[in-house]
């Protein structure tokens, strides 16, 4: 069988989720586990929280329905409500809870009756400018779903922008802006994303959102001292599964990228673009193999990529080849690529899913 998996760690997935509520004991969190839990797998993800988490979010209906018909009981927040007045039958049913961001929203609940009023996550654009209604409109808005008979209940809620750049001054721009606009509403509050639970204090409120943190990978591009306690969650693993020795000179992969500078011995893993690992992953990018660092060297391919092992005399065919997890963060994997681990992990695609718990 082809050595490339991802291993995931459902007890490392708790850590995590525990250290966000450790953060802030005086809220509770959802555990936002829309795309797949990030490409971990939304099920085993769901049941292996299930007994800890307050509930789940979720981007849309579809991952929403995969939980309840999984056996997921616990509350499940569409964190863009619906997207077609059709969805609000089965919202009721399958007992889920909306968020409220635009007026074809609020259009489509003053034209139902629905058998069961809904809690409802209404959100301000605090500054963002994604989606939410503005601070004129929001109280307004907010009164008016109080008389709804379609409401069970209201939270007040925002997203930032640049909570992972805390030195931007953004988040205290936003922060101001949603007390602004809503502490007259009373109600509860939610802000935080990932960023946020771990840098923002002030920020808490009664519900904290947090995804790629549960995951393990820092949101942050610098040392953060609460991220530095996260577990990855993935191991995305694979094998040394052909060696060859070349002359200095000599070009390695698709289109000669790169040019060996000295005698290279080369390893070629199983792992290429077909499973996620990124294709823009430039010369240098870490790989660890048998445990130590080394280099991706020329292009990933489909199916493969090539990595240095000259000073790693040890390797050689099967030796087990790590591209990110423990001991090699995706964060730092991703910077290289010039993208995120969010990215890399949505991206994951072929590759068997293994877990352990
Ligand atoms: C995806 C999402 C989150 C989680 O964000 P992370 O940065 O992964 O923690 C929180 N809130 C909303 C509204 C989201 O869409």
């Known amino acids: 069988m082809r050595p490339a998996h991802a291993l995931i760690d459902l007890s490392a997935l708790r850590h995590n989720y525990q250290l966000a509520r450790s953060l802030a004991p005086a809220a509770r969190a959802l555990a936002v586990i829309k795309a797949n839990a990030y490409g971990h797998g939304a099920v085993p993800c769901a049941r292996a929280l299930e007994a800890q988490a307050d509930g789940f979010a979720v981007a849309c209906i579809e991952e929403a329905l995969e939980l309840r018909e999984a056996g997921i009981s616990k509350p499940i927040l569409l964190l863009e409500g619906w997207f077609e007045a059709l969805e609000l039958e089965l919202i009721v049913e399958l007992d889920l809870w909306v968020v409220i961001h635009h007026h074809g929203q609020l259009a489509d609940l003053a034209q139902v009756q629905l058998a069961r ?7 301000l654009d605090s500054g963002m400018h994604r989606v939410g209604f503005t601070p004129e409109e929001y109280p307004a808005i907010w009164r008016s779903l109080e008389r709804s008979a379609n409401v069970a209940s ?6 930032f922008a640049r909570a992972d750049e805390p030195e931007t001054g953004r988040t205290e721009e936003q922060l101001a802006v949603f007390h602004r606009t809503t502490d007259a509403l009373g109600g509860p509050a939610s802000l935080c994303n990932s960023p946020g639970v771990l840098a923002w204090p002030a920020a808490h409120g009664d519900w904290l959102r947090p995804g790629i943190m549960l995951y393990g990978a820092t949101p942050f591009e610098f040392a953060q001292p609460d991220a530095q306690n ?3 969650v993935m191991q995305l693993n694979s094998r040394i599964i052909a060696v060859r020795q070349v002359e200095a000179g000599e070009p390695i992969g698709y289109g000669s990228r790169f040019v060996t ?7 070629v893993v199983a792992m290429g673009y077909a499973d996620g690992y990124p294709r823009h992953a430039p010369d240098g990018t870490p790989v660890l193999v048998g445990g130590q660092r080394t ?3 020329g292009r990933v391919s489909m199916d493969m990529l090539t990595v240095d092992l000259t000073d790693l005399p040890q390797a050689g065919l099967g030796t087990p080849v790590r591209l990110w997890g423990n001991g090699l963060n995706a964060s730092e994997v991703a910077a290289h690529a010039g993208t995120i681990a969010y990215q890399l992990f ?3 695609n072929r590759v068997r899913r293994l877990y352990t718990d």
């Open 117 to 123: 009023p809904l809690n409802v996550w209404l959100k």
């Open 154 to 159: 209201l939270t007040r809620m925002t997203h």
């Open 230 to 232: 996260l577990q990855p």
């Open 261 to 267: 500078r000295r005698a290279t011995r080369i390893g």
């Open 295 to 297: 280099e991706l060297i």
């Open 346 to 348: 949505c991206n994951l």
